[in-house]
């Protein structure tokens, strides 16, 4: 015991103090080498690609870097002698300036003068026309149509589609909207059988949903119900909207001759005057059931070719065609059956809409026209049958004029030999 306290007596406060610290020290120092062998050993995660490991962490064993491939001399030596075949070739070839669209020589490339605005889309307006002319045939009715109804008659058909173009021109609406009317009316008559009470619904039905489609702001319900004086109620209207186009199955892409018509009059340079007139002959085509069969490109251009014959214009060139896509011979008997009509001389209402000084009273004009071209020929075609008969109905008509004076003076000679 004695000696025990001789050692503690030995150790002076400094030399405990100085011990304390290290024995301190040892266990952080271990901890911190620790935390390196742990370091080294762990390795970092890497990120998961996609059908990759679902634990987004590598395996214990550590990944082995892959050996880069070093470029090989050949591959620059190919990639050089192809570079120099390339600039040989351009130097052997001249330089060509290609177009954007394959133009023919027979007429002028109006579309050059819109290529800078990105709104004619002049580099698409080909493949676009050729797309309409596709599907102008798909929307056609059928021109029997009237055979399969039991009820109603073509007179009848005229009469709505008379009083439609009021109802157009009072709520002023776009030519496009009657258009497609229309040809709504008349691809459902084809496809169902209407009564005749129905067939006013079916008409004011389907302007509202050419309304819809092509106006910016469509006439309410209310507004078609006035026009209608209260025949039929809201709710018939909008079941009926339904019907209409469950039965053409949401089919409203009908190109109309206004978009023909925009196009051929590029190659007239926009006269206001021949557009005004061919709008007048191209709603004549709503109007007479005859037309059902023709498309809207043909009403079009047959509507623009008739107009400038009217205005002496001139004939009908290389750039009318091209931008029209038909020739004189393929318009004829459209021509014909515009003036057929013409010639009955109707005073209705798409008479009486064209009429108007907004219209430049082109209706009266075509009258006009008719009646001091009737006698020799209103075809545009010299030669057609239609001038051939309206001549040797001229002919006739000026024979039997001078028969009465002889027949009257062979009377009075008999009855002088009877004296």
């Not at 008659?153 to 589609?161: A, N």
């Not at 199955?249 to 109309?256: A, D």
């Not at 040797?392 to 009877?418: C, H, Q, R, V």
Request: with cysteine; net charge neutral; charged share 30%.
């Amino acid at each position: 015991m004695s000696k025990n306290k001789d050692r503690q007596s030995l150790i002076s406060p400094t030399m405990f103090a100085t011990q304390s610290r290290v024995l301190r020290a040892r266990p952080q120092q271990q901890n911190v080498q620790i935390q390196k062998e742990k370091e080294k050993k762990t390795v970092k995660p890497v990120k998961r690609a996609a059908l990759g490991d679902l634990s987004n962490v590598q395996k214990q064993q550590p990944a082995k870097k892959k050996p880069v491939a070093k470029p090989v001399a050949k591959k620059k030596v190919v990639k050089k002698e192809v570079e120099k075949r390339k600039t040989e070739e351009q130097i052997d070839k001249p330089e060509v300036q290609v177009q954007k669209k394959a133009r023919t020589i027979d007429h002028d490339d109006l579309d050059l003068e819109d290529m800078h605005d990105p709104v004619m889309v002049s580099e698409y307006v080909d493949d676009i026309f050729d797309y309409l002319r596709e599907l102008e045939k798909q929307c056609l009715p059928n021109a029997d149509y009237m055979d399969m109804q039991k009820e109603l008659q073509w007179k009848m058909r005229t009469i709505l589609i008379d009083w439609l173009i009021e109802v157009h021109v009072k709520f002023r609406l776009l030519p496009e909207t009657l258009y497609l009317a229309v040809n709504i009316i008349d691809r459902f008559l084809s496809l169902r059988v209407v009564a005749l009470q129905k067939l006013q619904l079916v008409g004011v039905t389907s302007l509202f949903i050419a309304s819809k489609y092509e106006e910016v702001v469509s006439p309410s319900i209310q507004n078609f119900l006035y026009m209608a004086e209260d025949g039929y109620t809201e709710d018939e209207i909008v079941k009926a909207e339904r019907y209409v186009l469950q039965v053409l199955k949401f089919g409203l892409q009908y190109p109309t001759p206004m978009s023909f018509l925009r196009r051929s009059s590029k190659a007239d340079d926009y006269d206001i005057q021949t557009r005004t007139l061919a709008k007048y002959l191209m709603e004549i085509s709503l109007v007479d059931h005859r037309f059902l069969v023709t498309p809207a490109s043909l009403v079009a251009a047959s509507a623009h070719y008739l107009a400038r014959h009217m205005l002496n214009r001139g004939p009908w060139n290389k750039n009318l065609i091209h931008y029209s896509g038909y020739q004189e011979h393929e318009m004829s008997s459209t021509v014909q059956l515009y003036l057929e009509y013409l010639l009955k001389n109707p005073q209705n209402s798409l008479f009486k809409k064209y009429s108007r000084r907004n219209f430049m009273k082109g209706a009266i004009f075509v009258k006009n026209w008719i009646e001091t071209h009737k006698s020799n020929g209103l075809h545009p075609i010299p030669d057609h049958e239609m001038n051939v008969d309206a001549r040797n109905a001229n002919k006739l008509i000026e024979s039997e004029e001078d028969l009465p004076e002889e027949e009257e003076a062979d009377t009075e000679g008999n009855a002088d030999a009877d004296e």
